[in-house]
């Protein structure tokens, strides 16, 4: 636990996970002319500094172990997201899939569970692979005060700082995953893995489940 005094008042500073890697070896970015109490603190190992420029959206933790800087609070841009595509799953036992399109004035989540490693085409809902009698379908509307709450739940996950890969090269075959996420002018975050996953993955798999009311993975 970490306490900052002075300027800063006699704050409390809980370690929060890595979202990256998962270390609790974390610590708060301090922005801003610092004064001699944060120099100490630096020394300490207890803080860094992240420069007199302040904006908006600059991260507010720094991980010592993997060097990742986190905390921007990401709720706005994910209420501009223009789709959202989760997949999870393998060859030799059920696949998940999820999608929503963020452009549509109605939002909702589609959900397919296919056996057997078998594809679904949730962007296409009418695509004939989709109408396999073994496949589960489903549509979930998310009225627009779910969307805003959908969109903070998963904002504060810190997606966009997980690391691109996770990857485990001793097992062969598996549950394989992917994440991604578009934003207008192209952007977008993209996260995949195989039989490994991200700290906050039980998150993610918590926050699906809660509005879809279906099992992921």
């Known amino acids: 636990m970490v306490h900052y005094k002075g300027q800063w008042g006699d704050i409390a500073m809980p370690k929060k996970k890595c979202p990256a890697c998962g270390s609790t070896e974390t ?8 004064s001699y109490e944060a120099f100490e ?31 921007v609070n990401e709720t706005f841009s994910m209420l501009g997201m223009t789709s959202l595509e989760f997949y999870v799953g393998g060859y030799f036992g059920e696949s998940y899939f999820v999608y929503i399109n963020g452009k549509r004035k109605s939002k909702l989540i589609r959900y397919a569970k296919t056996p057997g490693g078998m594809a679904a085409d949730l962007k296409h809902p009418k695509n004939e692979i989709n109408f396999h009698p073994d496949i589960l379908l489903k549509e979930v509307p998310l009225p627009p005060e779910q969307w805003i709450t959908f969109t903070e739940e998963i904002a ?26 578009k934003f207008p002018n192209r952007e977008k975050i993209s996260k995949n893995g195989s039989n490994d996953y991200p700290p906050y993955w039980n998150g993610l798999i918590k926050i699906m489940k809660k509005y879809i009311g279906e099992d992921i993975g």
């Open 156 to 181: 504060a996950l810190d997606v966009s700082c997980w690391r691109d890969s996770y990857y485990e090269n001793n097992i062969c075959d598996g549950t394989q995953w992917h994440l991604i996420i």
């Open 41 to 71: 603190l630096v020394e300490r190992g207890e803080t860094v500094l992240g420069g007199c420029c302040v904006s908006d959206n600059d991260p507010t933790r720094h991980c010592k172990t993997c060097g990742q800087d986190f905390g």
């Open 27 to 34: 610590v708060k970015i301090l922005y801003g002319m610092p």
